[in-house]
C-alpha cells in the first residue's frame, strides 16, 4: 500500500515571498502520478499541478513549481511570489498509473499567506 | 462545461441511520470516484465507478455503497451510520477510467454530522 506524508501541519508566509511545502512517499511502484491539490475554506478541491514519475523534469505551472527526487521519494511544492489567494489547505495525493482517479492523499498543510 | 455537483451541502442523522448523497459528474465524464474526508485529514478513497460497475473499493465496510446512473451521476449510500462517519464527503470525476493522471474534478462535498 501506499502512503503519503505532509510533515508540516501548518506554514505562513508573507505576501509575495516564497514557501515549500513538503511531501514524502512510500511507494514500490515505478509508473504513477503525483499530485499538489489546493482547498480553500470553501472546500472545493482543485489541482495544482502534476508530475509523471518517468518524466525527470520537474513540473511547473506559473508560479507553482514540484521538486520531485524519485529516489528520495519526495515531491515538493515552492510557491513564488505568494498571494492571499494561496490561503488554503495543500494536499499531496499519489496515483498508481493503471489506477486513475484513485489517489492516495497525505493529511494536508495548512498555508496562509499575510499581507 | 457544468462542473461537479453534489447534494446535500449539509446532513445530520442520528446513529443507525440511513444516508445516501448524490453526485453529478462534469460533462463527458464517465468515472466517479468518493473520498471521505475527516476533519484535519486527508481524504481517503471510498470506491469508484466507472459505467456503472464499482471499480475498486478502499478499506471501508461493506455498509457504505454505491451506485451510477446512465447519466454517470453517483450516488453513496451508507447504512448503520455511526458516529465516525462524520466527515466530508467528497465526489470527484474524471475522463476516463484506463488511463492513470486524468485528472480529477472535485465537488463542494457533503458535510455529513451524525449525532
Known amino acids: 500500500a501506499q502512503t503519503v506524508t505532509q510533515s508540516q501541519p501548518e506554514m505562513s508566509v508573507q505576501e509575495a515571498e516564497t514557501v515549500t511545502l513538503s511531501c514524502t512517499y512510500d511507494t514500490s511502484e515505478n509508473n504513477y502520478y503525483l499530485f499538489w491539490y489546493k482547498q480553500p475554506p470553501s472546500r472545493q478541491m482543485i489541482l495544482v499541478i502534476r508530475q509523471e514519475a518517468y518524466k525527470q523534469q520537474n513540473a511547473t505551472e506559473n508560479r507553482f513549481s514540484v521538486n520531485f527526487q524519485k529516489a528520495a521519494k519526495s515531491f515538493s511544492l515552492k510557491i513564488s511570489d505568494s498571494q492571499l489567494g494561496d490561503t488554503a489547505m495543500y494536499f499531496c495525493a499519489f496515483m498508481k498509473h493503471a489506477n486513475a482517479g484513485k489517489s492516495t492523499f497525505g493529511d494536508g498543510t495548512t498555508l496562509t499567506v499575510k499581507p | 462545461e457544468t462542473g461537479v455537483t453534489q447534494s446535500p451541502t449539509h446532513l445530520i442523522k442520528t446513529r443507525g441511520q440511513q444516508v445516501t448523497l448524490r453526485c453529478s459528474s462534469q460533462s463527458g465524464h464517465n468515472t466517479v470516484s468518493w473520498y471521505q474526508q475527516a476533519l484535519g485529514q486527508g481524504p481517503q478513497f471510498i470506491f469508484q465507478y466507472y459505467r456503472e460497475e464499482e471499480n475498486g473499493r478502499g478499506n471501508f465496510p461493506p455498509r457504505f455503497s454505491g451506485l451510477q446512473f446512465p447519466n454517470y451521476s453517483s450516488e453513496l449510500n451508507v447504512n448503520a451510520l455511526e458516529l465516525d462517519d462524520s466527515a466530508l464527503y467528497l465526489c470527484?470525476?474524471?475522463?476516463?477510467?484506463?488511463?492513470?493522471?486524468?485528472?480529477?474534478?472535485f465537488g463542494p462535498g457533503t458535510r455529513l454530522t451524525v449525532l
Open positions: 470527484a470525476s474524471s475522463r476516463s477510467q484506463g488511463q492513470g493522471g486524468n485528472e480529477q474534478f
